[in-house]
């Protein structure tokens, strides 16, 4: 039975080290993917959320002084 064990054993740890390098592979996909990502993201000329909400607001209110404005013109040519 002894001879049994140790090769029952030994599967085990064969197999034990083969899940270790398999999720320190996978690990390392997943950190190399990562950074290709962030590096193609960072060629583009894409805006952070952030950005792009500061120019939402900035557009907005653009639009409403015009509108303010359209009306001043409004009532003073309607004065003349």
């Given at each position: 039975?002894?001879?049994?064990?140790?090769?029952?054993?030994?599967?085990?740890q064969l197999?034990?080290?083969?899940?270790?390098?398999?999720?320190?592979?996978?690990?390392e996909a997943?950190?190399?993917?990562?950074?290709?990502?962030d590096r193609?993201?960072?060629?583009?000329?894409?805006?952070?959320?952030?950005?792009?909400?500061?120019?939402?607001?900035?557009?907005?209110?653009?639009?409403?002084?015009?509108?303010?404005?359209?009306?001043?013109?409004?009532?003073?040519?309607?004065?003349?």
């Open positions: 039975m002894q001879p049994n064990n140790k090769l029952f054993d030994d599967l085990s197999m034990t080290n083969a899940m270790g390098v398999a999720q320190g592979a996978k690990d997943n950190t190399a993917m990562k950074s290709m990502m193609w993201l960072a060629d583009r000329d894409f805006v952070t959320r952030e950005e792009f909400d500061a120019v939402r607001a900035m557009a907005q209110k653009a639009r409403e002084e015009n509108a303010a404005l359209e009306a001043r013109i409004a009532a003073l040519e309607a004065k003349s």
